[in-house]
């Protein structure tokens, strides 16, 4: 087939063009208004890609154009979507083609309100690196993996998005994967624009679990809300924790530039761990992913602990961004309240002597919702200072969208030293005075006004170890 991707740097989006050309197909692409890491990944792929959405972007020959969900792309309006509806060739989402492509195959679904492409990286990265040829989806950029799709054969690992698939079709994206066995890592609430409701929002996690078969292993993290659910699934259920419990747990967690603990399984066996990721978050992503293939015998307990030692984690999931600074720079993935927590909370364990500078950006509608403002009131508990950019507006109509100063002043109110910015070179002269005993955070999941690139450099100038000498 031949397949254009509108929308392709989008991190789903890519990842499933990637494996479709993998299976042998056409791929091309066109997106716009994009950022780095996903705009320079997807230049590299080797797709023709274009910049701007234009009908003359589509292969004479199409077979089928896949619609991301992203406001920004127009959706309907679109003229590349127009153009296809015109010479008949079918419109679907990469939600669609993914579960259509990989029916037939031992499918693995990561789902949770967080966790989910770390836990997919690093299973696809630990069954690579055991030997095996899995496919795999991954929803961001592995250093530690060759792509974020592969075709691969037998198995395949899929990020299980709980985001409805379209604007027409409410159903979350998992809903089309029919997974056999599953690994949820948590269960709490998020995307508001689309679940209003815990319950809205629980209610798609029922039906992935009432959908296992009775073959099947759901490796489930302990947390009341996930076992309140438990008896929805006939699958096979095995429990995972960073504490003591009835199923698999850590103990022993020593925290460094490389962490160490032992992975305790049901039975007592005990085995011996060590990753150079950051943060409590990780170790418990490293246990789910450890039980879950140890549980189903895809790996042994060496090739599980040497695959973890060279796994690289995922970008913007807490990436030093600096070469020579004293101070660190890091940037982390905060699309919702629990992700910017983990990341503050890491930062927090890993530098518990230096005050915490955070530049965050609310990006996602969530962020954005003025019904998820209390989500301010302690989502920056022990930082010093926040530099808060203002929200995008694109479908800012499609909620109740709040305001800079708003955000601002919910910040204030909670006790943190907050202060609005608009621009990079806003951001770059509130961090050119520091002390050097800080530490900073770049937190978002849109483009942080490019401080991604352009601050390091700053950094390592202002800050550099000959500087600070």
Same mark, same amino acid.
């Given at each position: 087939?031949?397949?254009?991707?509108?929308?392709?740097?989008?991190? #789903?989006?890519?990842?499933?063009?990637?494996?479709?050309?993998?299976?042998?197909?056409?791929?091309?692409?066109? /997106?716009?208004?994009?950022?780095?890491?996903?705009?320079?990944?997807?230049?590299?792929?080797?797709?023709?890609?274009?910049?701007?959405?234009?009908?003359?972007?589509?292969?004479?020959?199409?077979? %089928?154009?896949?619609?991301?969900?992203?406001?920004?792309?127009?959706?309907?309006?679109?003229?590349?979507?127009?153009?296809?509806?015109?010479?008949?060739?079918?419109?679907?989402?990469?939600?669609?083609?993914?579960?259509?492509?990989?029916?037939?195959?031992?499918?693995?679904?990561?789902?949770?309100?967080? #966790?989910?492409?770390?836990?997919?990286?690093?299973?696809?990265?630990?069954?690579?690196?055991?030997?095996?040829?899995?496919?795999?989806?991954?929803?961001?950029?592995?250093?530690?993996?060759?792509?974020?799709?592969?075709?691969?054969?037998?198995?395949?690992?899929?990020?299980?998005?709980?985001?409805?698939?379209?604007?027409?079709?409410?159903?979350?994206?998992?809903?089309?994967?029919?997974?056999?066995?599953?690994?949820?890592?948590?269960?709490?609430? /998020?995307?508001?624009?689309?679940?209003?409701?815990?319950?809205?929002?629980?209610?798609?996690? =029922?039906?992935?679990?009432?959908?296992?078969?009775?073959?099947?292993?759901?490796?489930?993290?302990?947390?009341?809300?996930? !076992?309140?659910?438990?008896?929805?699934?006939?699958?096979?259920?095995?429990?995972?924790?960073?504490?003591?419990?009835?199923?698999?747990?850590?103990?022993?967690?020593?925290? #460094?530039?490389?962490?160490?603990?032992?992975? $305790?399984?049901?039975?007592?066996?005990?085995?011996?761990?060590?990753?150079?990721?950051?943060?409590?978050?990780?170790?418990?992503? &490293? $246990?789910?992913?450890?039980?879950?293939?140890?549980?189903?015998?895809?790996?042994?307990?060496?090739?599980?602990?040497?695959?973890?030692?060279?796994?690289?984690?995922?970008?913007?999931?807490?990436? *030093?961004?600096?070469?020579?600074?004293?101070?660190? =720079?890091?940037? #982390?993935?905060?699309?919702?309240?629990?992700?910017?927590?983990?990341?503050?909370?890491?930062?927090?364990?890993?530098?518990?002597?230096?005050?915490? &500078?955070?530049?965050?950006?609310?990006?996602?509608?969530?962020?954005?919702?003025?019904?998820?403002?209390?989500?301010?009131?302690?989502?920056?508990?022990?930082?010093?200072?926040?530099?808060?950019?203002?929200?995008?507006?694109?479908?800012?109509?499609?909620?109740?969208?709040?305001?800079?100063?708003?955000?601002?002043?919910?910040?204030?109110?909670?006790?943190?030293?907050? !202060?609005?910015?608009?621009?990079?070179? /806003?951001?770059?002269?509130?961090?050119?005075?520091? *002390?050097? /005993?800080?530490?900073?955070?770049?937190?978002?999941?849109?483009?942080?006004?490019?401080?991604?690139?352009?601050?390091?450099? %700053?950094?390592?100038?202002?800050?550099?170890?000959? $500087?600070?000498?």
């Amino acid at each position: 087939m031949r397949i254009h991707f509108t929308g392709m740097a989008g991190a #789903g989006m890519s990842a499933v063009a990637l494996l479709m050309r993998d299976a042998g197909h056409e791929v091309s692409g066109s /997106d716009e208004d994009v950022f780095p890491p996903m705009s320079t990944y997807v230049e590299g792929l080797g797709f023709p890609f274009h910049r701007r959405f234009d009908a003359a972007n589509l292969p004479a020959e199409l077979d %089928v154009l896949v619609l991301g969900t992203s406001a920004k792309l127009g959706a309907e309006a679109n003229p590349e979507v127009i153009a296809a509806r015109a010479r008949g060739v079918r419109v679907t989402t990469f939600a669609e083609m993914l579960g259509e492509a990989t029916l037939g195959r031992e499918v693995t679904v990561v789902a949770g309100s967080f #966790g989910k492409s770390s836990c997919t990286a690093l299973m696809a990265h630990i069954l690579r690196q055991a030997g095996t040829d899995p496919g795999w989806m991954v929803g961001a950029i592995s250093p530690s993996l060759p792509e974020t799709g592969h075709w691969g054969a037998g198995q395949v690992v899929l990020e299980g998005d709980e985001y409805i698939v379209s604007g027409a079709d409410r159903r979350s994206k998992f809903a089309l994967y029919h997974p056999q066995h599953l690994l949820l890592t948590s269960l709490i609430h /998020d995307h508001v624009n689309v679940f209003p409701t815990f319950a809205d929002y629980e209610a798609p996690f =029922l039906e992935l679990l009432q959908g296992l078969p009775m073959s099947g292993l759901a490796m489930l993290r302990e947390h009341p809300a996930i !076992r309140a659910v438990t008896h929805h699934t006939k699958a096979r259920v095995v429990w995972y924790d960073t504490a003591p419990c009835d199923g698999w747990f850590s103990r022993d967690v020593t925290f #460094g530039e490389t962490t160490s603990f032992v992975l $305790v399984a049901p039975d007592g066996r005990e085995i011996a761990l060590r990753t150079q990721l950051l943060g409590a978050h990780n170790v418990e992503n &490293i $246990v789910g992913v450890a039980a879950y293939l140890l549980e189903r015998g895809l790996v042994s307990p060496d090739q599980l602990a040497r695959a973890l030692e060279s796994f690289g984690g995922i970008r913007r999931r807490l990436d *030093r961004l600096t070469a020579a600074s004293i101070v660190p =720079l890091i940037e #982390g993935f905060g699309s919702s309240y629990e992700k910017a927590r983990s990341a503050i909370e890491a930062m927090q364990l890993h530098y518990p002597d230096r005050p915490l &500078i955070v530049v965050f950006e609310p990006h996602t509608f969530s962020w954005r919702s003025r019904d998820a403002l209390s989500w301010y009131d302690t989502v920056f508990d022990g930082a010093a200072q926040v530099l808060m950019i203002p929200p995008p507006t694109h479908g800012a109509a499609s909620h109740h969208q709040s305001t800079h100063e708003e955000i601002v002043a919910r910040t204030a109110a909670a006790g943190v030293a907050v !202060r609005g910015v608009t621009t990079a070179d /806003d951001v770059i002269a509130a961090l050119s005075d520091l *002390r050097g /005993d800080e530490a900073v955070l770049l937190l978002s999941s849109g483009p942080l006004l490019g401080l991604p690139d352009s601050l390091p450099p %700053v950094f390592d100038r202002l800050y550099g170890e000959a $500087v600070a000498a």
